[in-house]
C-alpha cells in the first residue's frame, strides 16, 4: 500500500500564482524578479504556516531557473534546476534549519562555502528557517557576509519571532510581513484542493475548518486531513 500523502505536502504551491493570501508579498517579488532587481537577502517574517519557506523555495526556482521567460516571474517547474531544488538535492539551494544549525561554526562553514561560485546556477542561494533560533555569535558572523556578499550569492531568512533578530541583520535585509490568511482566502484554497481530489464538503464544514486554523494554510489543511 503506497503511503499517504499529506495534503500540505502534495499541495504545496510550486509558482507564485499558487501561494494563497499573501498577494502583497507576491506582487513585489513577481516585480523585482522581472525587472531582474532582486536583493542579496531577505526576511521573511510570519506566524507558522503562512507560507514563508514555500514562497522562499519558489524565490529559488525563479531566480535559477533555465526555463523562465523574461518577463515572466514564475518558474518553469521542468526545468534540472527546478526539479533539484524541489526535491531538495540541488548542490546550489541549501536549506537550512535555523534550530540545529545555531553554532558560529555553522555560520562560518556557511560563510566558507558561499565564497565559490555556483555549480550549475546564476545564484547560490541559501535559505535559513527559523533564523531566530542561531546564536547572537553566529548571527555576529554572518554580518560580514552580508554586508559585502559575492554577486553570486542570495540569503533567504524566514522567522516566526522577527523581534529577535537582530537589527544589524534585519537592516541589510528586504523584509516581508506575511499576513495571516483570511477566512475567505482559507475557504477558497480549500475548495479548489477538495475539488482536484474529488471530496464533497459543506459550506458550514469548510468555515469551521477555516476558523479553527487561526490564520494557518497549513494548519487548515491539516485539519482539512483528519
Known amino acids: 500500500m503506497p503511503s499517504y500523502l499529506v495534503l500540505a505536502r502534495k499541495y504545496r504551491p510550486a509558482t507564485f500564482t499558487d501561494v494563497v493570501g499573501q498577494d502583497h508579498v507576491v506582487k513585489t517579488l513577481s516585480s523585482s524578479i522581472v525587472s531582474g532587481r532582486v536583493a542579496h537577502a531577505f526576511l521573511f517574517c510570519g506566524v507558522r504556516g503562512v507560507g514563508k519557506t514555500t514562497v522562499a ?54 560563510n566558507e562555502n558561499i565564497k565559490y561560485p555556483p555549480v550549475s546556477s546564476p545564484f547560490k542561494i541559501i535559505i535559513i528557517d527559523e533564523v531566530h533560533m542561531i546564536s547572537i555569535n553566529a548571527f555576529n558572523a554572518l554580518l560580514k557576509t552580508l554586508e559585502e556578499p559575492p554577486l553570486h550569492a ?34 477558497s484554497g480549500m475548495e479548489r484542493i477538495l475539488a482536484q481530489e474529488g471530496i464533497e464538503a459543506t459550506g458550514e464544514a469548510l468555515a469551521l475548518v477555516a476558523r479553527e486554523a487561526q490564520g494557518s494554510f497549513r494548519d487548515a489543511l491539516s485539519l482539512l486531513d483528519q
Open 154 to 187: 542570495k540569503f533567504i531568512f524566514a522567522t516566526t519571532e522577527s523581534h529577535k533578530v537582530p537589527a544589524t541583520i534585519t537592516s541589510r535585509c528586504q523584509r516581508f510581513n506575511f499576513r495571516t490568511i483570511s477566512v475567505t482566502d482559507i475557504i
Open 57 to 110: 523555495r519558489i524565490l529559488a526556482k525563479a531566480l535559477n531557473c533555465s526555463g523562465r521567460p523574461d518577463n515572466e516571474a514564475n518558474p518553469c517547474n521542468k526545468c534540472t534546476s527546478c526539479m533539484e531544488i524541489t526535491s531538495g538535492i540541488s548542490v546550489d539551494v541549501q536549506e537550512i534549519d535555523g534550530a540545529s544549525h545555531t553554532s558560529v561554526d555553522n555560520i562560518r562553514e556557511i
